[in-house]
């Protein structure tokens, strides 16, 4: 069971990327999503999370008017839109399945954390 996140890659600042989240092994109707990020000698810190029907969205302070979470149940992939992209959004993202808000708090509820995929923002 295992959340893969993909899409990211090298962008400008004030660029945008899409993230997506697909899952292997299972469906991702029933569970809330979360993104997460993290940076070499940071701890991994949450970004947004979606309920499983798709009508709430919750986000950290630092992306909010920035980034989207929507979600696809039926390509069973959830995404994170990326605008505005800063130099401090540089990190690592992952996807998991998580317990809910508050984003801050939010923890990973099964499954692997997989590699992540790298998004890098140049100035």
């Known amino acids: 069971v295992q959340l893969q996140a993909s899409g990211g890659g090298l962008v400008q600042a004030e660029g945008s990327l899409r993230l997506s989240c697909a899952a292997s092994?299972?469906?991702?109707?029933?569970?809330?999503i979360g993104w997460f990020r993290q940076t070499p000698g940071k701890e991994r810190e949450g970004v947004s999370c979606?309920?499983?029907?798709?009508?709430?969205?919750y986000y950290v302070d630092s992306v909010k008017g920035r980034f989207t979470i929507p979600r696809d149940n039926a390509k069973n992939t959830v995404y994170l839109q990326m605008n505005s992209l800063k130099p401090e959004d540089t990190a690592v993202y992952y996807c998991m399945t998580v317990d809910g808000p508050p984003v801050a708090t939010m923890s990973a509820t099964f499954g692997s954390w997989g590699q992540g995929t790298q998004v890098t923002v140049s100035s």
């Open positions: 979606i309920s499983s029907s798709g009508g709430s969205t």
């Open positions: 092994g299972f469906t991702l109707d029933y569970y809330a």
